[in-house]
């Protein structure tokens, strides 16, 4: 006997290991709970004419699971019989007795077997608890209250992709405790159930009907995110830097472009000579541009036309500024724009490259009359 024990128990604390291999999303208190109703028969446990003696009975059940392993269930049922079980046959009601259970569930599908993150299709739990038994229309000095415990196994079939209806067949057994003045478990004094009925289990938090696996990650994926995680702390703050850096610098540039504003350049300005070789077509650029507008487009094609109908022409393309900002940087955006109109004319009309020489010629303000018109590039041809 102790061996068999012993191997129960070992049995027991294996099974619930496996069922613990998998971490539940946590339930609310609002979760797992199911209602149900059912219907069967009973009969006397020591009686021959079993057919005969049958008693209908109906019930509700409420419960709630609060693993997938165990829970909890209050079962209502009444009778509307109760032959070979009751020595005073004068009442008249026709719910003859109600009884009342507070049941242990215990689900040995998962338990054994463990649980995966739905229920199986047919699944095997037992039940088993205390009650109270009340007795209607009985005559003076016969039985009305009494104390009764249930056990039995239910036989659920779970239906739906949502898992959400439950069938379940139940033979039981129940025991009136407390009859004939004393407290025993007596299989004289007990009734054989076979009830059929159906849960509905009510929606969780967690989406489902049921229990659900939480989605962990393994080690290795937690290292890997980690070291994500300091990447991008690292290069936030190499940002936080570069952003200061940059802070500072527009504080300079503020300050320089303050410390323009109340010094009047003085600049070299280019003499213009007068040549026979400059060809009339030129390219105004916007203040501080170096790009060729689309709308001088039509300047750069005559001269590329230019170039194509005097093959051996080689040109000088002079950039200019007009006089406002600083020398040097005038200087830089008069050679910028000189070569930006030679890109045009190599990259666009395909004009040989090293037919063209570029030069910067700083700031003037003798090329044209009107200020604007001197930020230009002009074209000399260099073989006249």
């Given amino acids: 006997m102790k061996k ?52 209908p009975t109906a019930g509700l059940r409420i419960g709630r699971y609060f693993t997938p392993v165990f829970g909890f269930a209050v079962e209502g049922q009444v009778y509307f019989r109760d032959k070979q079980f009751n020595e005073f046959r004068d009442h008249k009601t026709v719910v003859r007795a109600l009884n009342t259970n507070l049941l242990a569930t215990v689900n040995l599908s998962s338990w054994f077997g463990g649980y995966n993150g739905k229920p199986r299709v047919c699944e095997v739990v037992a039940v088993a608890g205390p009650g109270w038994n009340h007795v209607f229309g009985q005559s003076e000095g016969a039985y009305k209250n009494d104390l009764t415990a249930k056990a039995g ?48 289990k009510f929606g969780n938090s967690n989406g489902t009907h049921n229990f659900a696996i939480a989605q962990l990650r393994d080690q290795n994926e937690i290292d890997q995110l980690n070291a994500r995680i300091n990447e991008l702390r690292d290069a936030n703050t190499n940002k936080d ?18 410390a323009a504003k109340n010094v009047k350049p003085v600049q070299q300005v280019v003499k213009q000579v007068v040549n026979n070789n400059v ?11 170096s790009n060729v507008d689309a709308a001088q487009m039509a300047s750069v094609a005559m001269i590329a036309k230019y170039m194509k109908n005097h093959p051996n022409s080689r ?19 008069s050679e910028k724009r000189a070569q930006s109109v030679k890109d045009v004319l190599v990259k666009r009309y395909g004009v040989a490259a090293d037919r063209l020489v570029v030069k910067g010629m700083g700031a003037t303000d003798e090329l044209f009359d009107e200020i604007d018109f001197n930020r230009v590039a002009t074209f000399t041809d260099l073989t006249k």
């Avoid at 239906?159 to 003045?181: C, H, K, M």
């Avoid at 830097?241 to 303050?258: F, G, H, N, V, Y």
């Avoid at 200019?320 to 005038?330: D, F, V, W």
Wanted: glycine share 6%; charged share 20%; hydrophobic share 45%.
């Fill in 4 to 55: 068999f024990l012993l191997t129960l128990a070992v049995a027991a604390m294996s099974a619930q290991f496996v069922s613990a291999q998998h971490t539940l999303v946590e339930s609310k208190t609002t979760d797992n709970w199911y209602i149900g109703i059912e219907a069967g028969v009973s009969s006397k446990t020591t009686q021959s004419a079993v057919f005969k003696n049958l008693n």
């Fill in 241 to 258: 830097r570069q952003i200061s850096d940059d802070a500072k610098t527009i504080d300079q540039l503020k300050a320089d472009l303050e």
């Fill in 153 to 200: 196994l239910d036989v659920n079939f779970n239906l739906g992709a949502s898992r959400a209806w439950q069938l379940f067949v139940e033979p039981a057994i129940l025991y009136n405790l407390t009859s004939y003045d004393r407290t025993a478990f007596n299989v004289n004094n007990s009734a054989l159930q076979l009830l059929v009925g159906l849960n509905y």
């Fill in 315 to 333: 040109l000088e393309i002079k950039g200019y500024a007009s006089p406002e900002g600083k020398p040097e940087l005038n200087q830089k955006l």
């Fill in 279 to 289: 060809l009339q077509p030129t390219v105004i650029f916007g203040l501080g541009k």
